[in-house]
């Protein structure tokens, strides 16, 4: 099982990103997908999640209307649309999973059985 992370970069308040979580080992009809992201100084957050049974989402508050999930099966990959970014939004974001089909509310860092890489999203004032 591997998740790999991608597309993280530095954009200015206000802008998006698009962040890929491509996942091998696995499809995306057998686990739940969560992203996570970790602030210096900070624990773990759950962001997002979508499940692998009927593609239900999970968005923290803090994310709520500003961030998407949403996955393409065939190739295997879940997204996360990031759009009015703010710096707070400033972190190292992870994809994992905890080999379960349905999103916990909210995720928990240390349920995940498996993690992808960061990839660092910075965003400027």
């Known amino acids: 099982v591997q998740l790999q992370a991608s597309g993280g970069g530095l954009v200015q308040a206000g802008g998006s990103l698009r962040l890929s979580c491509a996942v091998s080992g696995f499809t995306l009809d057998h686990y739940a997908i969560n992203w996570f992201r970790q602030a210096p100084g900070k624990e773990r957050e759950g962001v997002s999640c979508i499940s692998s049974s009927d593609g239900s989402t999970y968005y923290a508050d803090s994310v709520k209307g500003r961030f998407t999930i949403s996955r393409d099966k065939s190739k295997n990959t879940v997204y996360l649309q990031m759009n009015s970014l703010k710096p707070e939004d400033t972190a190292d974001y992870y994809c994992?999973?905890?080999?379960?089909?349905?999103?916990?509310?909210?995720?928990?860092?240390?349920?995940?059985?498996?993690w992808g890489k960061g990839t660092l999203v910075t965003v400027s004032s």
């Open positions: 994992a999973t905890d080999t379960l089909s349905i999103c916990d509310d909210p995720p928990h860092a240390y349920g995940m059985d498996y």
